[in-house]
């Protein structure tokens, strides 16, 4: 028999497009998927939001350097805040390229910092084609 309790279910919510930006330029590591010959690819990644790319650095020889050619990826940034009981998350669909420092384009190249160390010197960006996003408001027990 069901009873009714304190507890509640959480809400779910989308986020308008000015949120997704917000969230996207605020933060700095997110997650980069693919398919590659070998299956589905999921990778951390440090970057730097410059609308309308999403740019960060791998080193020449690691698995992410491979995206220099075109690939469809998705990327996703989250923001969990425990204090509000709130989780936002943005997911953006997009095409990757290798980004040419010589040309003068992109400024961003400098602006990220990669965590891993080495040297990570080959630029790559997200084009952008579709940014969705969702609020999360966890329920109470």
């Known amino acids: 028999m069901a009873t009714t309790s304190a507890r509640q279910a959480g809400h779910l919510s989308k986020l308008d497009l000015h949120d997704c930006h917000a969230l996207l330029a ?25 609308d309308p790319v999403i740019g960060f650095r791998t080193a020449p020889d690691g698995r992410l350097a491979e995206l220099v050619r075109p690939t469809a990826v998705a990327f996703e940034v989250d923001r969990l805040d425990d204090l509000h009981n709130e989780a936002v998350s943005v997911i953006v669909q997009g095409v990757t390229s290798g980004a040419n420092r010589e040309s003068g384009r992109p400024g961003w190249v400098d602006q990220v910092v990669p965590w ?9 960006e997200v084009h952008i084609t579709k940014i969705t996003g969702r609020r999360i408001h966890r329920g109470h027990s």
């Open 26 to 50: 605020s933060e700095s590591v997110g997650r980069i998927a693919w398919s590659a010959g070998s299956g589905q690819i999921i990778r951390p990644i440090t970057y730097v939001y410059a």
């Open 116 to 124: 891993a160390g080495g040297a990570r010197e080959l630029a790559i």
